[in-house]
């Protein structure tokens, strides 16, 4: 069981964190090759594998499993 973020791919456009029932994501501070500072899923634990962020990230940068 685990959030991944493809970190690659974020813009930091930050729908799955106004969206995640859990707070489980965090932007940081660190930078991409894009130029955005992307999401971490800093409370990885509270995850309840609702999927949501997977199906709202129009990146694609989101996985569960
Ligand atoms: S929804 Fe996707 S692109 Fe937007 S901040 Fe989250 S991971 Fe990044
Ligand atoms: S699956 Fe649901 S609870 Fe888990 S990180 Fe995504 S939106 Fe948050």
Do not use: W
């Not at 991409?32 to 949501?52: F, P, S, T």
């Amino acid at each position: 069981m685990a959030v991944y973020v493809d970190a690659s791919l974020c813009k930091s456009c930050r729908l799955c964190i106004a969206n995640c029932p859990k707070n489980v994501f965090q932007t940081t501070h660190k930078v991409n090759k894009k130029g955005y500072n992307y999401v971490e899923a800093v409370n990885e634990k509270d995850c309840i594998r609702c999927k949501l962020c997977e199906r709202i990230c129009p990146d694609f940068a989101l996985h569960i499993e």
